[in-house]
């Protein structure tokens, strides 16, 4: 399995950001598809998740009215449209794939993706 992360870099706070995940090597449409992040010093978290091919979404607080994730089964990718950026948005942020629906704990992920920088500035 791979999960190749693109589209990170840095931003203004205020501004967007689009990062993709595209898959291999699993059936996509029976995946969990998320994004965590983490920023140094501090633990991997949750960011948002979509579910299987029913495309239910959940989000973290944090992100919640900013970032929306998508699904294209058809081009096996997993999107995160990331607006109104804000400079404690900064962190790597990983692609992440799970046959569970409940995919909010870093431990329990099936594959993870190598991560892409996001800095947002002041």
């Known amino acids: 399995v791979q999960l190749v992360e693109s589209g990170g870099g840095l931003a203004r706070a205020g501004g967007s950001l689009r990062l993709s995940c595209a898959a291999s090597?699993?059936?996509?449409?029976?995946?969990?598809m998320g994004w965590f992040r983490q920023a140094p010093g501090k633990e991997r978290e949750f960011v948002a998740r979509?579910?299987?091919?029913?495309?239910?979404?959940y989000y973290a607080d944090s992100v919640k009215g900013r970032f929306t994730i998508s699904r294209d089964n058809a081009k096996i990718t997993v999107n995160l449209q990331m607006n109104s950026l804000k400079p404690e948005d900064t962190a790597v942020y990983y692609c992440?794939?799970?046959?569970?629906?409940?995919?909010?704990?870093?431990?329990?992920?099936?594959?993870w993706g190598q991560g892409t920088q996001v800095t947002v500035s002041s």
């Open positions: 992440a794939a799970d046959r569970s629906p409940f995919m909010d704990d870093p431990r329990n992920v099936d594959y």
């Open positions: 090597g699993l059936t996509f449409n029976s995946y969990t």
């Open positions: 979509i579910v299987r091919s029913a495309g239910t979404t």
